[in-house]
């Protein structure tokens, strides 16, 4: 295992992410209180990682993904049964401000700066069907993470992420009539995980692994998801719940589990040339403390919601679309930055 002398994992303030559906960022921790977990939750983990062992060998030979590709969702996809590539760019934020002694020692600024966590990601995703009710879906991230001091950058990392891989399986496609009209029903269901394929013990600027600014994780982890679709001519309803979890990395750090529900009501414009698709709704996420040498990180974790609005138009095969997410609630444990406004830039060609 590559190590690095001047490594930390002790009481310096580090800035990291609460696990989110997207492209990550978690709030500001600072690194000094642990606490020790019970004997239950312990049991509890090990029962888990053994289950997902079962579920990995499972489903070795079709590989592995995360809720990442929930950015890609913002309605109801006018091209579900089709195969399609695509790029996303995805963007979130945290600031906050400290007054930690060890905070001013180790980042050289003031104990009232304006300290901003910022996550950039650009991802390649495509989706498959190789049966009539199942498609596979795949991704790769590329992210460029940056913390500032006020204007001053203080540190960065930058690379490629963990390759994700997806599953789904389509349980219901039916139309359901009324007195006036029908409507249009989908259930899906998804399984994959997430493979350790990217970067994950870059030092930054100060000498330090920081393990939740970089581009990878180091370790598996299992997703679960579950998706519903009605729609009733040019008005959709959709909703995406995701559980993902998450295995310890060679350096002994668990981010932990985190659970996403995205609800969105969309409605669909239709002319000769172009659709147009405007969507709103909501979206949460959670996530519990993060372990590193099986001790809780007590100011990691904690819960958001989030305002959503999405437009997407649709060309064709083509479609262009971008969603912006402004947090309305949160509440995250210890000291930690408040959530920014999120953007999602996305393009996807199908065929």
Request: aromatic share 12%.
């Amino acid at each position: 295992m590559h190590r690095v002398a001047n490594c930390n994992f002790g009481p310096v303030v580090q800035l990291v992410r609460m696990p989110a559906c997207h492209a990550g960022g978690r709030g500001f921790e600072s690194r000094p209180d642990r606490i020790n977990p019970t004997k239950r939750w312990v049991f509890l983990f090990y029962r888990m990682k053994q289950v997902f062992l079962i579920i990995v060998s499972i489903f070795s030979s079709i590989a592995v993904y995360p809720c990442d590709l929930c950015n890609d969702f913002v309605g109801f996809d006018t091209g579900y049964k089709q195969n399609a590539i695509g790029i996303m760019f995805s963007t979130s934020c945290f600031k906050g401000r400290h007054s930690h002694e060890n905070e001013v020692q180790n980042h050289s600024h003031s104990s009232n700066s304006l300290l901003i966590e910022q996550y950039k990601t650009w991802s390649a995703w495509g989706r498959w069907y190789f049966m009539d009710k199942f498609n596979f879906l795949a991704k790769v991230n590329f992210s460029d993470n940056y913390e500032m001091s006020n204007t001053n950058e203080i540190d960065r990392i930058s690379g490629v992420g963990d390759l994700t891989l997806l599953v789904n399986y389509l349980l219901l496609n039916d139309k359901v009539f009324d007195e006036a009209g029908g409507c249009k029903h989908l259930l899906i269901a998804g399984l994959g995980c997430v493979a350790p394929t990217g970067q994950y013990q870059k030092i930054n600027t100060n000498g330090e692994l920081n393990p939740l600014m970089q581009p990878g994780t180091g370790a598996f982890g299992g997703l679960f998801n579950v998706q519903y679709v009605i729609r009733k001519e040019k008005l959709s309803f959709n909703s995406l719940l995701d559980y993902r979890v998450n295995a310890y990395n060679i350096d002994k750090y668990r981010i932990s589990n985190s659970f996403n529900c995205t609800s969105l009501i969309s409605y669909e414009l239709i002319s000769s040339s172009f659709n147009l698709q405007a969507s709103g709704g909501a979206f949460f996420e959670q996530a519990g403390m993060d372990l590193q040498d099986n001790m809780y990180l007590s100011n990691t974790g904690g819960a958001a919601v989030f305002a959503h609005l999405g437009l997407d138009v649709y060309i064709k095969q083509i479609s262009i679309g971008a969603a912006g997410r402004l947090p309305v609630y949160e509440k995250l444990n210890g000291i930690q930055g408040n959530n920014q406004a999120r953007i999602v830039v996305r393009s996807r060609v199908a065929f």
